[in-house]
């Protein structure tokens, strides 16, 4: 089983900047797939980013191409979120998920799928203030 811790959220005003990290254990990040995902009140959890196992390649929703990057450090088995250019519409509880299942290419991640991820983080507040 996979245990997923995420912080680094807070309140920060439009345009302000934010790093998210989730640090991953009872498994290495090298053979795990890993997304960000977000969930605003009234709202479905959405795919924001996720990185594959095999080579890191990043993917990314139109919600985060051009602001947000998603990176890893093998040695400290984390992955993180930047966030920049926030904005009101960013806000929201942001969860990390990793991806176990195998039928998915280990250099392919499905970032809009967030039913395809088998564990979860406790989530992280965002909040973004105009």
């Known amino acids: 089983q996979v245990q997923l811790e995420e912080s680094g959220g807070g309140l920060v005003q439009a345009g302000g900047s934010l790093r998210l990290s989730c640090v991953a254990s009872g498994q290495t990040i090298t053979q795990l797939g890993m997304g960000w995902f977000r969930q605003a009140p009234g709202k479905e959890r959405e795919?924001?980013?996720?990185?594959?196992?095999?080579?890191?390649?990043?993917?990314?929703t139109n919600i985060a191409?051009?602001?947000?990057?998603?990176?890893?450090?093998l040695g400290k088995n984390t992955?993180?979120?930047q966030m920049n250019s926030l904005t009101p519409d960013?806000?929201?509880?942001?969860?990390?998920?990793v991806l176990i299942r195998t039928y998915?290419?280990?250099?392919?991640?499905?970032?809009?799928?967030p039913k395809e991820y088998?564990?979860?983080?406790?989530?992280?507040q965002v909040t973004v203030s105009s």
């Open 47 to 60: 795919g924001v980013s996720c990185i594959a196992s095999a080579d890191g390649s990043p993917y990314y």
């Open 65 to 73: 191409k051009g602001r947000f990057a998603i990176s890893r450090d």
């Open 79 to 81: 992955v993180y979120l």
């Open 90 to 97: 960013d806000t929201g509880v942001y969860y990390c998920g």
């Open 104 to 113: 998915y290419s280990a250099y392919f991640c499905p970032v809009t799928l």
């Open 118 to 124: 088998d564990y979860w983080g406790q989530g992280t």
